[in-house]
């Protein structure tokens, strides 16, 4: 199958609403992701990320909008576009009864392909996997990051154009997340729409071109990471920590007047600034108080949107 | 190529059969055991002391009834620990659910699969009920899809239980309030009409019931009386249970 052209969306989704009782999971959401990019849908816990994939998908009904997922109409016609779909869901549900290779076979099944066809593609989905000697492999014998890693080649083994990808690294170690980050690359250089959902915000901003931040359900910003970040913070973060006694409420209160915006959470103070030299010349030599100098972020952005207040 | 709707249920069907497979034979032979040692030692032990009933010696009577029960038993217990444990546990459903089949097709292959199951032990105690002379001629053969058809009735009637479970312990309650009871009063161990006349027809009404006619005749080198009616029950006990089944995983899954 020829990738689509980056121009067509892969996925269009319009003023859809979702709600489970009284709660609205999903509140008149709208967004676009173009073919072969990577679009990422982030938000704190209960934000309704995992819903709106599975509205995506079909495997739940939606009180309103529209969906169009590789041109189909979600869900009337969700079968035929999961045809040329993959997903790596939130929790690996490998079969544990199976090898790393029957895990394959018997997911391609599903697809509808024929046994031969699905046996030549498996050496290659192990290889990009790194799984190359584990074919035969009881999934209860693989480490958490191989676990991950096959779940991504089981979702390929249809050779799908989009991927759903629902926290993709969450609770992996860096070097698995580095591993499968490079992966995921790889996949959209190769003309995949990737879509994922993630709460990493150092994910986001190295995998993603375009993000949507949601909370309860709305989306409350839309963009590239750069330009969130520009638009959105201000470009210097002082983070200054309260280390031995070195009074940080009086440093804050004397010098608010340097930095654009501060907050303070427990014993650090965050200081949002356009030029960080004054606030940096008042630090240097004061004793008591430690600090970093760093550029904004995505994290920046996001608790300013959605607070630091805990989600649970 | 595409799967027509009407074998989407089969790649489902071949994923649990290849984890079957891998455990053939200590599956069959612990579905063959159990039945297998109380049909001997109630149907010669207790056999001994009855008259001989229907025309036929007890441990004969017996057999027809063991085939029954344990193709209810292999398919109701596929349809609840088993179906549950893919459904619920190691979410195999949710994986399945991601790629064009559709929740039909993952009901009916679980359904089509628990009642292979069932077929499976309904055949083994048949081959062991053949061996000891307690089959009369090649009639007895038609005991198979008799054996099908009640496998199917109670798949479906498992899943009804399975899509409503919220944990193994439900399950109990299936076999204490409807499975072991029906067992009692459908003929299995003993006619049903040594039972007051008002439990004998309850139990004749049952799906068991329509299992035991069918296969107690056959076994015995007759055809069975009103065999059509008792098809059709079983049949049409599998498609309801099924729609119903379907309706309330859908329920449960697709919210």
Known sequence: MPSPPPASPALEVAHLSKRFATTRVVDDLSFRVAGGSCFGLLGPNGAGKTTTLRLCLGLATPDGGSIHLGGHSIPAAAATARARVGVVPQFDNLDPDFTAAENLLVFGRYFALDDATIRARIPGLLEFAGLSGKADARIATLSGGMKRRLTLARALVNDPDIVFLDEPTTGLDPQARHLIWQRLKELKSRGKTLILTTHFMDEAERLCDRLLILDRGRAIAEGSPRDLIEARVEPQVIEVYDEAGGDLDRFVAAHRPLAGRVETSGETAFFYCRDAQALLAALAGRAGLRYIHRAANLEDVFIQLTGRELRD | ?255
């Open chain 2, 1 to 255: 190529m595409n799967l027509t709707s009407l074998i989407g249920w089969l790649p489902v069907w071949r994923r649990n059969f290849l984890v079957w497979r891998k455990l053939a034979i200590p599956s069959i032979l612990g579905n063959l055991a159990d039945p297998l040692i109380y049909m001997l030692g109630l149907g010669y032990g207790l056999g001994a002391l009855l008259p001989p009933l229907d025309g036929q010696p007890y441990v004969a009577f017996l057999a027809a009834g063991t085939v029954c029960a344990s193709t209810m038993n292999a398919a109701t217990f596929e349809a609840l620990y088993s179906a549950f444990s893919r459904m619920h546990v190691q979410k195999t459903w949710d994986g399945i659910l991601n790629t064009p089949r559709s929740l039909a097709d993952v009901v009916a292959g679980e359904l089509f699969w628990a009642a292979t199951k069932s077929l499976f032990s309904g055949a083994a105690i048949l081959a062991v009920v053949a061996a000891l002379g307690l089959a009369h001629g090649w009639i007895a053969l038609w005991a198979l899809p008799a054996v099908v058809l009640t496998g199917l009735a109670f798949a479906a009637l498992g899943l009804i239980w399975n899509a409503l479970a919220p944990s193994y312990d439900f399950f109990m309650y299936y076999f204490t309030l409807f499975i072991t009871p029906m067992t009692l009063i459908s003929g299995v161990f003993f006619p049903a009409d040594q039972l007051p006349g008002w439990l004998t027809a309850i139990g004749t009404a049952l799906p068991l019931a329509q299992g035991v006619a069918l296969v107690r005749p056959l076994l015995a080198g007759q055809a069975p009386p009103d065999a059509l009616l008792h098809a059709m029950i079983l049949l049409a006990t599998a498609g309801l249970a099924f729609v119903i089944a379907l309706k309330l995983t859908r329920r449960r899954l697709l919210k």
